[in-house]
């Protein structure tokens, strides 16, 4: 499934690293054991003073950015689509029945590239993770392929 966006640029990634140009917080981690992640009503850009409430944890253990995509900028990004999406439907269960409620999904990347496969294992997917599984580091770890 690759349904693409009108506009590449307009696409987010909703991996990103909250220094990256233009992030936005979009969903707060909850759980030690079991994460789930917790949707905003709506994105808020990422400020100095929202990174210093969690200092000295990274934000990325805590809560989930957005960015544009840097497509050919990323590691993740094979010149067509993010390999990163497409290794997270194919190896990570399902971690809700149904489509949670998401602020960014109309101008996602995964959501545009996997469609509802990647958005039904999204509420499980942490950014930075302490001790991260096997099959963490398999759907994490960039192609060898990629552009």
């Not at 349904?3 to 979009?26: G, H, I, R």
């Not at 709506?42 to 544009?68: N, W, Y």
């Not at 809700?96 to 995964?110: A, G, Q």
Request: glycine residues 4%; hydrophobic residues 35%; proline residues 10%.
């Amino acid at each position: 499934m690759s349904k693409k966006t009108t506009s590449e640029q307009q696409s987010l990634c909703p991996s990103a690293q909250p220094d990256m140009t233009n992030s936005v917080l979009f969903g707060v981690k909850g759980g030690d054991d079991e994460p789930l992640i917790s949707y905003l009503n709506k994105p808020k850009p990422v400020t100095q003073e929202l990174l210093d409430l969690v200092h000295p944890v990274e934000p990325t253990e805590i809560f989930r950015f957005a960015a544009p995509c840097a497509t050919r900028g990323c590691q993740h990004f094979d010149g067509t689509d993010c390999q990163l999406a497409k290794r997270t439907v194919e190896n990570l269960p399902e971690a809700v029945d149904i489509l949670p409620p998401c602020s960014i999904r109309s101008t996602c990347r995964w959501w545009s590239q996997e469609g509802k496969a990647a958005c039904l294992r999204c509420p499980k997917v942490v950014t930075h993770v302490i001790a991260p599984s096997d099959i963490i580091v398999k759907v994490a770890r960039p192609s060898k392929d990629t552009a």
